[in-house]
């Protein structure tokens, strides 16, 4: 089961997932509410963070789970302060019940990654894809737009047109076509 734990949340953060079953996951940590009490209220462990990415609102709250989970964080690049562990490109790693191939997708942030389960029928697209077309900055450092492109069409070739749920670093999660929303990004992307 997959919980967004910042809905409804007053406070400048990114989504945060909480991804339940086999193994306990939260996918990016926020910023700016105590998140680490809305984990624990509903699982007793955790046993991964996995991040989108680094920008602020979507690890400012890395610390405050770490201390109070003990618990490890992967992302793509291990050099930026409370990553511990590098995940790779393609490289598969299990969120809940399901594994989830990792895809790095710069162009909005250079270590932002999207995860997809094909058995799952899911699409974590961070800060890379929202609904309607909506689509990361490109104007924060190390933003880029034609490199965002190439990151688009990189998980249109990955996905399933019958994709179930995609997930987004902020905004309303889409199970409504969200193929379809993937698409229109694509294309709302490359008009200037």
């Known amino acids: 089961m997959i919980s967004n734990l910042a809905q409804g949340v007053q406070a400048f953060t990114s989504n945060v997932f909480l991804v339940t079953g086999e193994r306990p996951?939260?996918?990016?940590?926020?910023?700016?509410?105590?998140?680490?009490?809305?984990?624990?209220?509903r699982v007793d462990d955790l046993e991964a963070v996995i991040l989108t990415h680094t920008h602020r609102d979507h690890v400012g709250n890395l610390e405050a789970v770490k201390a109070t989970f003990d618990v490890d964080v992967w992302g793509y690049d291990t050099t930026v302060d409370g990553v511990d562990h590098a995940i790779a490109d393609e490289e598969t790693v299990q969120l809940g019940d399901h594994d989830y191939v990792a895809l790095h997708t710069p162009g909005h942030k250079n270590d932002h990654l999207c995860f997809y389960s094909e058995a799952a029928s899911v699409l974590f697209a961070g800060d890379l894809i929202f609904q309607n077309g909506s689509f990361g900055r490109t104007d924060l450092e190390e933003g880029d737009r034609p490199t965002l492109i190439e990151s688009i069409d990189r998980v249109l070739e990955w996905i399933d047109p019958d994709l179930e749920e995609m997930h987004t670093g902020h905004g309303p999660s889409v199970t409504n076509d969200p193929y379809g929303h993937v698409e229109l990004s694509a294309q709302m992307a490359r008009q200037t």
């Open 25 to 41: 996951a939260l996918v990016d940590t926020g910023a700016n509410f105590d998140v680490a009490e809305a984990v624990a209220e």
